[in-house]
């Protein structure tokens, strides 16, 4: 009896996380889309089976976009963990960013594009304290071009490590689709690696400057928000 109950939990487990797996919970800023996609499905109903469709697709699109999928964090402050889901656009050696101040020190620079069909919440590489956040405006030029991080409209993260004075930046940019950078935390808020920080709408790339660590990405690489090993001390 105890066997059977033992297994019985096991096969519960493994279909929830199936399940979480084809369903996962989605972000608070996909609701009203998802709604609005369902309502405009419903409408198409009254005048093509065609229509309905596409709508469909485009509801089960919308659900996706905005899926929010819990993820397995190393905890472990001698990594950065990926900041975003998505493609490796960029590695190189840059100054840092003068909308922070910080252009008159060199860091490595990881820029990562997220396509329309990546998961587009962002996390904390580090574990520390949020020192500054600055909004800039901008235009919303292709995100995969490289003069995109100094002219697009994007939002800036300078976090401070919590066991050393190392500086991290995670800088938000909005893309040719996106309209909207979502920004969750406030300045002075202390995150846990992996932490949600926001999300960017529709198509979008995330940059992450750093000092003192190795760089374990290349360009061309997949990785997974919060779960991808980007950078080593």
Known sequence: CRIFIHINKKISKLISIMIDNIFPKIHKEGYKFL????IATLLMSLF????????????VWV?????????VIIKDNKFLVSPADGLVSNVSAVKG??????????????SIFMNVFNCHVNRSPIEGNVEEIFY??????????????????RNYYLIKS?????KVVVVQIAGLIARRIVCEVDKGKTLEQGDRIGMIRFG????????NKKTLVKVGQNVIAGESLIAEE
């Open 204 to 211: 979008s790339r995330v940059d992450v400057y750093f000092k």
């Open 136 to 153: 800039k405006p901008g235009k919303f030029l292709n995100a995969s071009l490289d003069k995109s991080s100094e002219e697009n409209e």
């Open 162 to 166: 919590k066991n050393s004075d190392e």
């Open 35 to 38: 709604a609005i996609s369902i």
């Open 97 to 110: 960013p003068n909308e922070l101040n910080l252009q008159n020190e060199s860091f490595s620079k990881v």
């Open 48 to 59: 093509s089976q065609f229509l309905v469709l596409l709508f469909i697709l485009l509801t």
């Open 63 to 71: 659900y996706y976009f905005f899926r929010d999928p819990e993820r």
